[in-house]
């Protein structure tokens, strides 16, 4: 059974740098076509995605973000690590990883955690 | 950045109707189109891949159609648990994108 939960601050303040962290389990991103990505609800609002890292390191950012955006993982913990520098009280959303297999999207989601940005 | 569009952005119906929800890509994405549902407060739930695949686990009243532009999601009799905001996404080109979902809502 694949599972992923999301952790990290619940209260920021403008400029300073987020940093979530994704712990899964039931699989490997040593696995050939695995990815894990982020996606981001603000209140009330659609889905936005912002990142994935595969298997093999690839690495992908949503372009309005990539300059604030770093994806890493650790295999041998089964984490992704997703850093935002900057960030603003327009960042304010529920941050959700979910886990990714090419050609079958995402598939499972974490319950996702709510950051927000507030000075 | 392929843009989606969802129509209609709420839906009115009731228990038993059969629903169905319109995604429009700003490109041509072949099948690379994945449905979600969300409920309140709870993280979107995969209910379809490469655009009429099931996720596994996910009931047969679901049903996806298109490829291309043109892509829908039907539901049929619905009960009161498929009240929820519906959100097609892409997954051919990067970045991945949304659809501003569709809220289906008990008449």
């Known amino acids: 059974q694949i599972t992923l939960k999301e952790s990290g601050p619940t209260l920021m303040k403008p400029t300073q740098t987020l940093t979530l962290t994704c712990t899964f389990s039931?699989?490997?991103?040593?696995?050939?076509?695995?990815?894990v990505a982020w996606i981001r609800q603000p209140p009330g609002k659609a889905l936005e995605w912002l990142a994935v890292?595969?298997?093999?390191?690839?690495?992908r950012y949503s372009p309005s973000l990539n300059s604030r955006l770093t994806i890493t993982k650790d295999t041998s913990k089964s984490q992704v690590v997703l850093t935002m520098t900057n960030m603003d009280p327009v960042d304010t959303a529920t941050y959700y990883c979910a886990h990714l297999v090419y050609y079958y999207g995402m598939d499972v989601w974490g319950p996702g955690t709510t950051v927000t940005v507030s000075s | 950045d392929i843009q989606m569009t969802q129509f209609p952005s709420s839906l009115s119906a009731s228990v038993g109707d059969r629903v169905t929800i319109t995604c429009r890509a700003s490109q041509g994405i072949s099948n690379f189109l994945a449905w979600f549902q969300q409920k309140p407060g709870k993280a979107p739930k995969a209910l379809i891949y490469a655009a009429s695949s099931l996720q596994s686990g996910v009931p047969s009243k679901f049903s996806g159609s298109g490829s291309g532009t043109d892509f829908t999601l039907t539901i049929s009799n619905l009960l009161p648990e498929d009240f929820a905001t519906y959100y097609c996404q892409q997954y051919d080109s990067y970045p991945y994108t949304f659809g501003q979902g569709t809220k289906l809502e008990i008449k």
């Open positions: 039931g699989f490997s991103l040593s696995t050939s076509r695995v990815g």
């Open positions: 890292i595969y298997w093999d390191d690839d690495k």
